[in-house]
């Protein structure tokens, strides 16, 4: 019997027990809960990052990370962090390496410009590669540039098999050598053309400063002579549309001398007028008394 309420007591105490440690470890979570706001970043990558990892804003540790999970072609992240955190479109989140092994924190550069993010929105992020993607790359390079000696070495060792590789660098050498010949033996005529051209850039220059106020007058002139070829160049533009306008109204008949000119039976009474006055004339001389009576009182 007494065995028996000894074990019941046992088994009240540990039941006592584990509702305190559940209701502490309850109200920690949500006093934690109330004093945290969650963010939701999706990143290409995140280079084994886990749950409870670290999240740093501007250095300082500021939340954790609550729960990673694959969606489609990219990872989502959930970040806890302070409550006072507000994250805004300048802001920048990035996976970053922290350590010489590749650990991995949430690193955020918080700005305050730019507009602020609400809990409902996903905020793109940045996977910045670390020491162990970029010693990764280097070795891809190495083996590049290992294979690249490799065969420009084999195309050296075929050129100087062949002969090619020597007779080109005996040529190069033949070259420079009479090249430097030839300016030594020129050395002279060249130092002669050198002071020739120093002699004559003198003279231009005395000649140009000596008639520099002519020049002045002779451009002043010309510039004139610009300005009233110009105004003549305007003038005869006017009237050559005088002239077009005259001709347009000839070929459309207006005026007297377009009718004269478009009306062909002006010209026929014309040449008619002409006819007739030709033989009066002629009558006239033929018969003056029919035309002239002179009369004596």
């Known amino acids: 019997m007494a065995r028996t309420r000894e074990i ?4 009240t105490v540990l039941v006592a027990l584990g509702i305190t440690l559940w209701g502490v470890t309850w109200l920690k979570q949500f006093s934690l809960a109330r004093r945290v706001r969650v963010w939701h970043v999706t990143f290409p990558q995140t280079g084994g990052l886990s749950t409870s990892d670290e ?14 999970a694959l969606v489609h072609d990219h990872v989502a992240v959930d970040l806890a962090l302070a409550s006072d955190i ?31 993010y609400t809990a409902t929105d996903t905020i793109p992020g940045i996977y910045e590669k670390g020491i162990p993607e970029v ?6 390079t190495i083996d590049a540039i290992t294979q690249l000696a490799a065969q420009l070495q084999a195309l050296a060792n075929a050129l100087d098999k062949n002969g090619n590789l020597t007779q080109t660098l005996t040529n190069l050498h033949d070259t420079s050598e009479e090249l430097k010949a030839a300016v030594v033996e020129n050395r002279a005529q060249l130092r002669l053309t050198i002071a020739n051209f120093n002699a004559t850039s003198k003279t231009v220059k005395s000649l140009t400063t000596d008639r520099e ?3 002045r007058k002779a451009l002043d002139s010309f510039e004139r002579s610009a300005v009233g070829l110009e105004r003549l160049t305007l003038r005869l533009d006017s009237l050559r549309a005088t002239l077009q306008s005259v001709s347009g109204k000839v070929d459309r008949g207006d005026g007297s001398l377009g009718k004269l000119v478009n009306d062909p039976r002006l010209y026929d009474d014309a040449r008619q007028t002409v006819v007739e006055l030709k033989a009066l004339i002629a009558d006239i001389k033929a018969n003056p008394k029919k035309y002239l009576q002179v009369k004596v009182f």
């Open 135 to 140: 010693m990764a790359g280097v070795g891809g």
């Open 86 to 116: 507000t994250l805004t479109t300048d802001s920048r989140v990035a996976v970053r390496n922290v350590g010489l092994m590749g650990e991995k924190v949430i690193a955020v550069d918080l700005h305050a410009s730019g507009l602020p």
């Open 8 to 11: 019941q007591v046992g088994i």
């Open 213 to 215: 106020a002519e020049l």
């Open 55 to 68: 999240v740093q804003v501007n250095g300082l540790r500021k939340g954790n990370v609550q729960n990673v």
